[in-house]
């Protein structure tokens, strides 16, 4: 039998470490060799407990998960690297990437997706969720570097001022009405600058605006 997979375990929330150890406990072929709740104590874990692979939130305090990668790439320290994040934004997969990642994945991810990630990475290979790989799809048909990626997010995203009232008032929870009375302009015109804004954002609801809003800071 080969040697089972040493894990280094990184994230600031110990229910999130806890629910990957439980996921993991039963596979004969990991082992969780080290935890940290940091980025500064996840590169003292690596340095320590010599992991096949780090497992790395990639917000966390003191040092965040992006630059955790890049120091350890600096110190030309190979470990394979999946991150773990809640954010599927184009910027944080290509940071990663860029930093020296070698798999990304959701925190909803599957039991069976996160194993196959694991043991893909592992063997040497590279692993993102699904949504992830439409991204990098994305950038090797159109290939840009961050600053032009940002840049073209930013020409995409850009709402006027009197969006930007519009989108605040919706994310306030103002129907059109009440944004009429607040912007001294018809209902119609309302309808029509919130009809304009959603078209612009790519959104069908309330919910995707907000995500949008928050991921490409709107307001």
């Known amino acids: ?3 089972p997979i040493r894990v280094v375990l990184a994230d600031d ?3 999130v470490r806890d629910g990957i150890k439980s996921l993991l406990e039963n596979e004969a072929n990991i082992e969780v060799v080290g935890e940290a709740t940091d980025g500064l104590e996840a590169l003292k874990s690596v340095e320590i407990n010599q992991p096949d692979l ?3 939130d990639i917000r966390m305090p ?3 998960g992006i630059e955790v990668v890049e120091k350890l790439r600096s110190q030309n320290n190979l470990v394979k690297i999946v991150m773990l994040s809640m954010h599927e934004s184009e910027e944080y997969v290509l940071k990663s990437i860029k930093a020296g990642a070698d798999g990304y994945l959701l925190k909803g991810s599957s039991k069976e997706e996160f194993l196959k990630a694991l ?3 592992s063997e040497g290979g590279k692993y993102f969720s699904g949504d992830i790989s439409s991204i ?7 290939p840009t570097n961050f600053s032009e990626t940002k840049q073209l997010i930013s020409d995409e995203m850009m709402i006027t001022k009197r969006e930007k009232e519009i989108l605040t008032l919706l994310l306030s929870g103002k129907g059109n009405k009440e944004i009429a009375e607040a912007l001294d302009i018809s209902k119609r015109t309302a309808e029509v600058h919130r009809f304009n804004l959603m078209k612009k954002l790519k959104v069908k609801n309330l919910i995707e605006l907000s995500n ?6 709107l307001i």
């Open 136 to 142: 990098l799809i994305g950038q090797l048909t159109h």
């Open 212 to 217: 949008k809003a928050t991921e490409y800071a």
């Open 13 to 15: 929330h110990v229910f």
């Open 119 to 121: 043991n893909t990475v």
């Open 1 to 3: 039998m080969s040697n």
């Open 54 to 56: 780090l497992i790395l």
């Open 62 to 64: 003191n040092l965040t």
